[in-house]
């Protein structure tokens, strides 16, 4: 996290009070820590909360499978229509129930994380302990997840169950991410 916001050449990281010791530690003062819960609109003062559509919308960092890892950016058009597509590709719903086995860190998460907010659809987010075969049908099961995405290698270990197709009676949709799906 500390390389690439020093490669980005961020001008400030912006956070939640009880986190900004940490980062303090971190980045020493490297980089401007602003807390979150400290900032107040100016009073009579509107605030501006509709981005225009090539404004910047999030960077993200390559794997740098083509070389170095370098930031690739988003703006507010291509971030909705690419959301957008992907949640009219899954046919997301406000009824759908998604879970998140992987990294917040990765760009998956945040494409999960942001299409559930567009459709209303509910994020389960899985506990790192439930990683394995077992632990995911009883968190599939107990949440009826609708939609569940997962590593194929994963996935094959999960389906070899005796157990999976009670485990799966609520999945409509199992998404294969992070890996090629070599059957």
């Known amino acids: 996290f500390r390389r690439v916001l020093f490669r980005s050449s961020a001008a400030a990281v912006i956070s939640k009070g009880d986190l900004i010791p940490r980062l303090r530690e971190l980045f020493g003062a490297g980089i401007e820590i602003i807390d ?3 900032l107040h609109a100016p009073s009579g003062s509107p605030v ?3 981005a225009a559509e090539d404004d910047l919308a999030c960077v993200i960092y390559t ?3 083509t ?14 229509a690419s959301l957008a597509f992907y949640a009219a590709s899954l046919g ?12 917040p860190a990765i760009v998956t998460a945040m494409r999960d994380m942001l299409t559930v907010l567009m459709t209303g659809a509910s994020l389960h987010i899985l506990p790192p302990r439930t ?8 968190e599939i099961e107990a949440r009826k997840i609708t939609v569940f995405a997962t ?9 070899k169950s005796p157990r999976a197709t009670d485990a799966f009676k609520s999945v409509r949709l199992v998404t294969l991410v992070g890996e090629p799906a070599d059957w």
């Open 36 to 38: 979150l819960d400290a």
């Open 48 to 50: 501006h909360t509709r």
């Open 63 to 65: 794997s740098g499978s």
């Open 67 to 80: 070389g170095t890892p370098k930031g690739a950016y988003y703006d507010q058009r291509n971030l909705s």
């Open 92 to 103: 997301l719903s406000a009824s759908d129930r998604v879970s998140m086995v992987h990294s």
């Open 131 to 138: 990683l394995n075969p077992a632990g995911l049908m009883h």
């Open 151 to 159: 590593a194929s290698t994963l996935f094959r270990r999960i389906v």
